[in-house]
């Protein structure tokens, strides 16, 4: 008999047992996040690869729910603000005037994700599941960040592209979306390489690491740096020899700072005299979104109601046009109102509170997925500081892809519980052993 091929045992171990397809259909699904970009219309509703891949993984899970007779579970601390955030965004989707296209952000940013987040929490039976989702995740930034990172470079070499720039771009439409992707992968990715006690795992996490961390350079995304240095800071603390890796990060970031190109684009942030700098530009447009917010408090713009809400507000000789205020709290002010702001408050309250939970108290490879999750949301948060962390098709995904995998492990105690209970249930004469 010949024997079974490593890769192929992994891949059988990884679609045995309950949700086998759709943990599969899952990862895949994951991989495909740049593909929101490929788009066409299925009579007049208009689609993507990545909406179909996530309707397909979502037909999978209903079939084997049925077929195998198992109630999902839906009940976590994340599932209250959940709905009431999309109660918030149908709302939404009847305060700005153009009602067909508020519904359409409504459903790709956040019916698809969320529903998609629900199916990780009942699939992602284990922790190399969950590894796998992330892997994904992996695949598709390693494909948008090498292919931004080429044109950057080819632009570089050839002297048609000044730093002080808006950075080329490939896949995506700005630069700065490699790096909102990438960054919160890559602080999962680094809990791995740090702390799994797999050394193959943790040498496949090292390498993504790297990878990723070269395209969010090339990417001259300046709040990518940003949330990338917070990350790393957060990550040292997590170890033991944190007082050695302190200092070598420190080391590590001002030798990146010895780097011509680098070094001039960071310097155009702390001139705020430069034209280029766009921190005093990101300050004019918190102000008006925030004139905005104060004739709209309640209900704000409305989805993808922004860009026409705050022109009366705006320069209307600024050469930029915004759709969104970038800053965390006023784009989800501005998209969703109050309710969909507190909302969105509450769902980060509860993943991080679950994720420090976790991280403190499970067992040794879900603890390194809780730890990653925690630190993939200190990227988003960082990062939205200055940017949209959220309202895009695949960073939505992104999101709750990664913070339904920090519940994953305690729907997985709920799933141990439920059965125990029925099996008790159907035996209700038989004795314990001694």
Known sequence: MVPRAPATAVAANFVAGRYGTTALLAVVTCALTPAYTIRWHIGPIPTTILENAILLTFAAFVFESIRDGVRPIWQTRVTLPALVFLIAG?????????????????????????????????????????????????????????????????????????????????????????????????????????????????????????????????????????????????????????WLLLPLGAVAGATLLLVPVLRRRIETEINLSD????????????????????????????????????????????????????????????????????????ILGAGFAQAWSGWRRSSSEWRVIHLGVLLALVAVVVHGLVDVPYWKNDLSLEFWALIALTFAAGAGSARSTSAATTTQTSSPNRTASP
């Open 90 to 242: 149908a709302i939404s989707v009847i305060v700005p005037e153009d009602h067909r296209a508020a519904a359409g952000l409504f459903r790709a940013y956040m019916v698809e994700p969320i529903a998609f987040g629900l199916v990780l929490i009942n699939a992602i039976t284990t922790p190399r599941r969950a590894l796998a989702i992330v892997g994904g995740l992996a695949i598709a930034g390693a494909i948008a960040g090498l292919a931004n990172a080429g044109v950057v470079i080819t632009a570089l070499l050839h002297h048609t592209y000044d730093v002080v720039q808006t950075p080329p771009v490939v896949i995506y439409n700005t630069a700065n979306a490699t790096a909102l992707y990438l960054v919160p992968v890559i602080a999962f990715a680094s809990s791995v390489a740090m702390h799994w006690p797999g050394r193959s795992e943790r040498l496949i996490a090292t390498g993504f690491v790297a990878m990723g961390l070269f395209g969010v350079v090339l990417s001259f995304s300046r709040g990518g740096f940003l949330a990338v240095a917070v990350v790393a800071i957060a990550l040292a603390l997590t170890h033991r020899k944190r």
């Open 275 to 346: 034209p280029h700098n766009t921190l005093v530009g990101r300050s004019h447009l918190w102000e008006a979104a925030l004139q905005m917010l104060r004739d709209h408090p309640v209900f704000g713009a409305g989805l993808s109601g922004f860009a026409t809400a705050i022109a009366p507000y705006w320069n209307a000789g600024h050469p930029d046009r915004f759709t969104y205020p970038h800053n965390i709290v006023l784009n989800f002010w501005t998209e969703t109102g109050l309710l969909g702001l507190a909302a969105f408050a509450s």
